[in-house]
């Protein structure tokens, strides 16, 4: 089943509201005080409206198998849940939720224990929960329900980024923190009153280790000025280049070998440069950075299962939103919708070890050679680059969809650019294993 946009949002705000319900509740029962566990001040946990979304978007067709739905919903729940914990530890510098002290869990962000809650989740959510939502919500008169979901986002938004600047003048002593939350941090001082403070004491509460104070840098030395040190903006973004060309290569070497047959393999219309490989690079960097000196076995599973998570992700959402998909792994044993098979997960857990073991650590080290003021006018200039050559050939996928699907004649002098310098043949010759998929009336 596929959900609008208005019912996509609609499940964002009542699941968010339904998972502060839960976590006021298991915090009432653990500390015996009503405590506001969600990250704004108003009733949202937005995480988990997150999550519905995800699931109402990723898992319907999941649907005609129970166990795939379960182990999907667990999967895609854990990815979920793990990002949105790194990026909060990235961001303000300290770790939200910590389940270190249960069994199975992966760097204290997720556990096996509530991965399984999940799964449960998707099946109800999905079989049972979605459905009748989307019913009740037709119910609804238009105008009342597009007027009140305005309402409630600018709610959120204001209610989002006081919290988040109340969060970073909290982190104002940190001992690293980069330039753009240094700014912000300034900025939150200049706004705080009496509402941030009151939100500082509220998020002090819920969550202690907020509170704890980073140690000061060590009086009388200074940071070394390295570009792109550690792991950063700048390292990620040389990085997803880098990887995007490997990744590239190493498809269209994989393809000679097996097929016979050389083909492009490049997710866009200008460089050889695989759009899916260079976020994977940075995604799996990003993740697997901290547990770099850890054993290949742990390295090994932690790739193989986020690889397959986001490769899942990306399949189902480029065909949502070009129409077109690019892989299709029916004819592998253990497939999960055609869309990821066990085989290139473990390809994942493979090169997640190459990766961490043997080429970042050369990479890393070459990236931070370069000159600082020169790195940065070269990432930023290749940045933009990329963002224009993504534009570009989303423009030209979906052009090429519609010239195929509506035998549509050029309406205006950028149908006309695109038809003239993004010909079928050329379409086909960059994106050879693309099919289109006809849309549901």
């Known amino acids: ?8 949002v609609w499940f964002f705000f009542v699941y968010s509201f339904a998972g502060w319900c839960g976590e006021v509740c298991a915090a009432a029962v653990e500390r015996k005080r009503f405590i506001n566990r969600g990250f704004v001040s108003g009733p949202l946990c937005p995480v988990y409206g997150i999550g519905a979304v995800s699931y109402a978007v990723f898992l319907p067709e999941l649907a005609d198998n129970l166990f795939f739905l379960f182990l999907g919903g667990m999967i895609l729940g854990a990815f979920i849940e793990f990002v949105t914990g790194l990026l909060l530890e990235k961001i303000f510098h300290k770790k939200w939720w910590d389940y270190s002290g249960i069994r199975f869990n992966f760097e204290g962000y997720v556990c096996l224990r509530y991965s399984l809650l999940w799964g449960v989740f998707a099946v109800l959510m999905v079989l049972f929960v979605n459905p009748l939502l989307a019913v009740l919500l037709r119910l609804v008169p238009g105008i009342a329900g597009v007027v009140l979901l305005w309402g409630l986002s600018a709610l959120l938004l204001v209610d989002g980024t006081g919290t988040a600047l109340a969060l970073l003048g909290m982190q104002k002593e940190a001992r690293q923190v980069s330039e753009w939350t240094a700014g912000m941090g300034r900025l939150s001082r200049l706004l705080e009153n009496r509402i941030t403070g009151r939100i500082r004491g509220r998020m002090e509460k819920a969550f202690p280790a907020l509170a704890r104070e980073a140690e000061p840098w060590p009086k009388g030395q200074e940071r070394e000025k390295v570009f792109a040190q550690g792991c950063g903006f700048y390292k990620l ?134 000159p600082e003021r020169a790195g940065k006018v070269t990432v930023w200039a290749a940045l933009v680059f990329m963002i224009f050559n993504c534009m570009i050939s989303s423009l030209a996928l979906a052009r090429y969809t519609e010239r195929n699907t509506q035998t549509k004649e050029a309406e205006n002098a950028l149908e006309e650019f695109l038809d003239e310098r993004f010909t079928d043949e050329r379409m086909e010759r960059i994106y050879p294993n693309a099919k289109i998929v006809a849309s549901e009336e």
């Not at 089943?1 to 996509?8: K, N, R, T």
């Open 237 to 370: 973004v040389s990085l997803f280049f880098v990887g995007a060309f490997l990744g590239d290569v190493t498809e269209t070497v994989f393809c000679l070998v097996t097929t016979g047959r050389l083909m492009s393999r490049s997710s866009v219309v200008y460089g050889p440069f695989s759009i899916v490989w260079g976020l994977g690079c940075c995604l799996l960097t990003m993740v697997l950075y901290r547990i770099r000196g850890r054993n290949d076995s742990y390295i090994f599973a932690a790739g193989t299962l986020l690889g397959g998570a986001y490769e899942y992700i990306c399949s189902v959402f480029t065909e949502l939103v070009f129409g077109t998909v690019f892989w299709d792994y029916s004819g592998f044993a253990f497939n999960l919708g055609g869309r990821i098979n066990l085989l290139y997960c473990f390809f994942w857990g493979i090169a997640a070890v190459v990766w961490m073991k043997l080429l970042y650590p050369r990479l890393s080290a070459w990236i931070e050679r370069l």
């Open 1 to 8: 089943m596929i959900y609008s946009f208005y019912e996509l």
